[in-house]
Nanobody, 126 residues
């Protein structure tokens, strides 16, 4: 079992920055591939970013590429999502997810993840 707790959400102006954190506890964090997803009001959950267990491979949705950066600190059992140049369309509840995996792959579908956090709200204002 892995427990995931997101934090760092809040209100930010368009063009600003926000850093989300996902703290993991439970089984060995380093053996898990991690991902960030988001869900805006009235919309389905969508993929944002993913990182392999080693941190060496990352993947991003086209809508956030070159603006968001996913990273992980194994010593702190934490995954981060650095959000720069945020846009109104980035307003959503952001969820982190974990999947036990040593293959080095990254995953961009929610169904491929085993564990989810409770989410943190990020709101972008004009």
């Amino acid at each position: 079992q892995v427990q995931l707790v997101e934090s760092g959400g809040g209100l930010v102006q368009a063009g600003g920055s926000l850093r989300l954190s996902c703290a993991a506890s439970g089984r060995t964090f380093s053996s898990y591939a991690m991902g960030w997803f988001r869900q805006a009001p009235g919309k389905e959950r969508e993929f944002v970013a993913a990182i392999s267990w080693s941190g060496g491979i990352t993947d991003y949705a086209d809508s956030v590429k070159d603006r968001f950066t996913i990273s992980r600190d194994k010593g702190k059992n934490t995954v981060y999502l650095q959000m720069n140049s945020v846009e109104l369309e980035d307003t959503a509840v952001y969820y982190c997810a974990a999947r036990g995996d040593y293959s080095g792959h990254v995953y961009n579908r929610g169904a491929e993840y085993d564990y989810w956090g409770q989410g943190t709200q990020a709101t972008v204002s004009s």
